[in-house]
């Protein structure tokens, strides 16, 4: 099955400065690579997603990219602001349309931004 | 649509005791996924229903844990008999497609 991986656990930057987290998979058929934002006590909520198809992708201060030949993807979040702080999961899934297979998530890691 | 609804948000229960939880998924979404969550495993996968049906139920933890979709708006996840360890948070996830969609979950905690 998928494994991903997923680092740092913690990241802690100044305000304004630019976060990055990266994650590994291991299926090569995994197509489809979302990231989920948590706030504390909250539910996981899609901020961006990516497709084997394209390289990057980006939406504001946020942006993807990926490699699928090393089987890595990072998420990167320009400017922050307090509000980023939250936990950040990534997730890789072989989506084979009609319907997603199960999303197999990182552990998760834990974005500070430092006032 | 209010989105993915599950029930119980909070369960105290003893060890030994029956558990269920619930999920409604949104309507219109064919996939449906039970997902547990602690600070030391994260969120894992525990079984996805595609139409219903059970496609992968690898991450389900042993024979305690029973999940079952008898149609497309309801699904449950069964604990029997509840263990200390089972204490997590469980979502219930649905997807048509692309994005899944995260309920609130269940805080269970095993006592």
């Known amino acids: 099955g998928e494994n991903v991986e997923q680092h740092p656990s913690t990241l802690s930057v100044q305000e304004g400065d630019s976060a990055v987290i990266k994650c590994t998979y291991s299926d090569s058929a995994s197509n489809y690579f979302p990231w989920y934002k948590q706030e504390l006590g909250k539910r996981p909520q899609l901020i961006i997603d990516?497709?084997?198809?394209?390289g990057e992708k980006k939406d504001q201060r946020i942006a993807v990219t990926l490699n699928k030949t090393a089987k890595h993807f990072s998420l990167h979040i320009t400017e922050t602001q307090p509000e980023d702080s939250a936990v950040y999961f990534c997730?890789?899934?072989?989506?084979?349309?009609?319907?997603?297979?199960?999303?197999?998530f990182g552990k998760g890691t834990h974005l500070i931004i430092q006032p | 649509d209010a989105g993915v609804i599950q029930s119980p948000r909070h369960e105290v229960t003893e060890m030994g005791q029956e558990v269920t939880l619930r999920c409604k998924p949104i309507?219109?979404?064919?996939?449906l996924f039970w997902y547990r969550q602690t600070m030391m495993r994260g969120l894992e996968l525990l079984i996805y229903f595609n139409n219903n049906v059970p496609i992968d139920d690898s991450g389900m933890p042993e024979d305690r844990f029973s999940a079952k979709m008898p149609n497309a708006s309801f699904s449950t996840l069964k604990i029997q008999p509840s263990e200390p360890r089972d204490s997590a948070v469980y979502f219930c996830?649905?997807?048509?497609?692309?994005?899944?969609?995260f309920g609130q979950g269940t805080r269970l905690t095993v006592v």
């Open positions: 990516i497709r084997s198809n394209v």
């Open positions: 996830a649905t997807s048509w497609i692309n994005e899944a969609f």
């Open positions: 997730a890789a899934s072989a989506n084979s349309g009609g319907g997603a297979d199960g999303l197999t």
């Open positions: 309507s219109g979404h064919n996939s």
